[in-house]
């Protein structure tokens, strides 16, 4: 008997030795890095777009779709990671209703290109590339939707919905009416240096963070008109989507994302221009247990941003919810999924404020990869 407490004794200590001595999952990080991180997504997030159109309809844009944006590992300090999604939460007799596509894609940014031509000025080059495992690839039959995501490469863009320089992937399987499939493209722009896309802030993002940006993409959505009063049809397919940035803040277990709902603007005189009308920044604390699995955690509208070129506003007009992840493209989540998961900001434009809400990340990714 004596022998075996002791014999369990040095097990547990072996067992505290090992928790000790682990590395950690994330680092933290100084205010200045988040800061850094936060502004070169953000001029990241301004030269993207994300379009969902109706094949057979000409460049109609439909919907109001979702492009998040985040920093990777692979590829040095200039690879980005991204995921466009669909709106597809509706409002059904039922109650809330979600299914969607999505597009997954990588985006890498280099300071000098190598052309064919030794006489040409190297320039900066951006390569994109779709991940076509991790996405829904359309068949362009008639009223079939799908994904267009752009990014303006020239030095000032105007309007990243219609890029004079422009690097541009989809989710077609074949040619619609109006456009060829574009599993991978690159082009070259001053754009990318002038923006400081090369670089990276601080070299301290770790797997585990990549983990994270990866869940939070696949279990965040923001839905435009899901909860919006009113009579059928009250949700005008007018153009508008949401670029959404991903970083992590100084504490360990914190993370951010960052809003940015784009609208069309049409004056008096003159073409129309898509223009970024708000930016809304999410905070996320995540809890883990020392194997590494996500447990509890919440969500919180944060009242302003980092300094930049943009103002913040306050809970965004639109309700943000986090859900289970979905199969893309084949499930669909109903009422009782929304209700387990969160939800918070306005449910709709003049609505109550909800500032917070509670995670619960085991339930969420219990049937999941991430579990």
């Known amino acids: 008997m004596r022998a075996a407490s002791c014999l369990m004794s040095a097990s547990a200590f072996l067992l505290f030795a090992r928790l000790a001595n682990a590395v950690p999952l994330t680092n ?5 890095q988040v800061t ?3 502004l070169q997504l953000e001029r990241l997030a301004l030269r993207a777009a994300v379009v969902e159109r109706l094949s057979g309809n000409g460049v109609e844009p ?8 985040w920093r990777t590992l692979e590829g040095g300090g200039g690879a980005y990671s991204a995921l ?3 709106d597809g939460v509706m409002d059904t007799p039922g109650g809330l209703l979600r299914s969607e596509t999505q597009l997954a894609l990588d985006l890498v940014f280099h300071s000098v290109g190598d ?15 779709r991940r076509e495992h991790d996405s829904n690839l359309i068949a362009p039959q008639p009223l079939a939707r799908y994904l267009t995501v752009t990014v303006a490469l020239e030095p000032s863009p105007q309007d990243p919905f219609r890029p004079l320089i422009p690097l541009q992937i989809n989710d077609l399987a074949a040619a619609s009416d109006v456009e060829q499939p574009a599993a991978h493209g690159d082009a070259a722009g001053s754009g990318i240096t002038q923006d400081a896309l090369t670089s990276s802030c601080e070299d301290l993002l770790t797997p585990f963070d990549q983990r994270i940006f990866s869940i939070l ?3 965040v959505r923001v839905s435009q008109c899901a909860l919006l009063s009113g009579p059928l049809g009250a949700c005008t397919q007018d153009g508008s989507a949401y670029n959404i940035t991903l970083f992590r803040e100084a504490d360990p277990q914190t993370y951010r994302a960052n809003v940015y709902e784009y609208d069309e603007f049409c004056p008096d005189t003159g ?4 223009v970024v009308v708000s930016k809304v920044a999410y905070e996320f604390k995540m809890s883990w247990d020392a194997t590494g699995r996500v447990t509890t955690g919440e969500v919180k509208v944060l009242p302003a941003c980092a300094a930049g070129t943009l103002p913040c506003s306050y809970g965004g007009g639109y309700p943000l919810f986090v859900l289970p992840p979905l199969w893309a493209g084949h499930g669909h989540q109903g009422q009782h999924l929304f209700e387990v998961g969160a939800r918070v900001g306005n449910d709709e434009p003049g609505a109550p404020l909800r500032p917070q809400a509670a995670i619960n990340w085991q339930l969420l990714l219990a049937n999941s990869a991430w579990n």
């Open 84 to 86: 466009a999604v669909e």
């Open 36 to 38: 850094c991180d936060e």
């Open 28 to 32: 933290p990080l100084t205010d200045g």
């Open 62 to 69: 439909v919907d109001h779709p979702s492009l998040f944006l």
């Open 271 to 274: 073409p129309c221009t898509n």
């Open 115 to 129: 052309r064919l031509n030794p006489a040409r000025a190297l320039l900066p080059q951006a390569t994109s590339v």
């Open 217 to 219: 993409s696949r279990t």
